[in-house]
């Protein structure tokens, strides 16, 4: 499967912002997606993950109550709707996805698939 991250820019703070992640290339709708952010310098984090059905959601703490994943499996596009940001929201976002799974991980090495960042800059 192939993934394609988009959405990012510069916004203010308090701002909202909504990415998408469209994938092609198989049955998306058995694919358990994650959004990972790497801010310059640091790791990788985990942000949120949406399960293949959308049943299962599942957020970091520093983004829970202000982000939302989401999916549409007609359109084989996950959402991660990005509200109330803030300057330390500022990194590179990428999706991420592995086949099934119930429970989405939070590990980035559980995840197969890679689409590449797109950037997301809040200005306080």
């Known amino acids: 499967v192939q993934l394609q991250a988009s959405g990012g820019g510069l916004v203010q703070t308090g701002d909202s912002l909504r990415l998408s992640c469209a994938a092609s290339?198989?049955?998306?709708?058995?694919?358990?997606v994650g959004w990972f952010r790497q801010a310059p310098g640091k790791e990788r984090d985990f942000v949120a993950g949406?399960?293949?059905?959308?049943?299962?959601?599942r957020y970091s703490d520093s983004v829970k109550g202000r982000f939302t994943i989401s999916r549409d499996n007609v359109e084989n596009t996950v959402y991660l709707q990005m509200n109330s940001l803030k300057a330390e929201d500022t990194a590179d976002y990428y999706c991420?996805?592995?086949?099934?799974?119930?429970?989405?991980?939070?590990?980035?090495?559980?995840?197969?698939?890679w689409g590449q960042g797109t950037q997301v800059t809040v200005s306080s």
């Open positions: 991420a996805a592995v086949y099934g799974k119930e429970v989405p991980s939070t590990r980035s090495d559980r995840y197969v698939y």
């Open positions: 290339g198989d049955t998306f709708r058995w694919y358990t």
């Open positions: 949406i399960n293949w059905s959308g049943a299962n959601t």
